[in-house]
């Protein structure tokens, strides 16, 4: 199996920094096709990237990201005439976090994707 990615940007800046940790706001784009198990020709996608994460500056650690993609794909041809909305989200922490109550949302991030 063969993956093309045709282009891949990605930035990430220190929103701002409390005490020792600091908050990390990241957004980007990828495409890329990749040729299909069946071998009747590729399929491409794209998406934007937009997401939100934590850092320790003391520890030098990542402690939490959180990214959302938002984007298109097509099928191999004869598939490939519109182009399907999809999306995904990748959620990672570095400790598993002890929540007091199921409605405790301090550890959540607001973010939103600019279209």
């Known amino acids: ?12 800046r220190n929103k701002c920094v409390k005490t020792q940790t600091s908050d990390l706001t990241y957004e980007g784009t990828i495409a890329g096709a990749h040729e299909t198990q069946s071998n009747k020709g590729k399929c491409r996608g794209e998406a934007k990237l937009v997401g939100t994460g934590a850092y ?17 794909f097509r099928g191999p041809p004869p598939s490939d005439k519109v182009a399907r909305p999809y999306s995904g989200v990748v959620e990672w ?10 409605q405790d949302n301090d550890n959540l991030r607001d973010f939103s994707i600019a279209r």
């Open 1 to 12: 199996m063969l993956t093309d990615y045709k282009q891949f940007q990605f930035r990430h």
């Open 93 to 102: 922490r570095c400790e598993r976090v002890k929540r007091k109550s199921p």
């Open 56 to 72: 320790d500056v003391k520890a030098q650690r990542l402690l939490s990201l959180v990214w959302v993609f938002v984007g298109t």
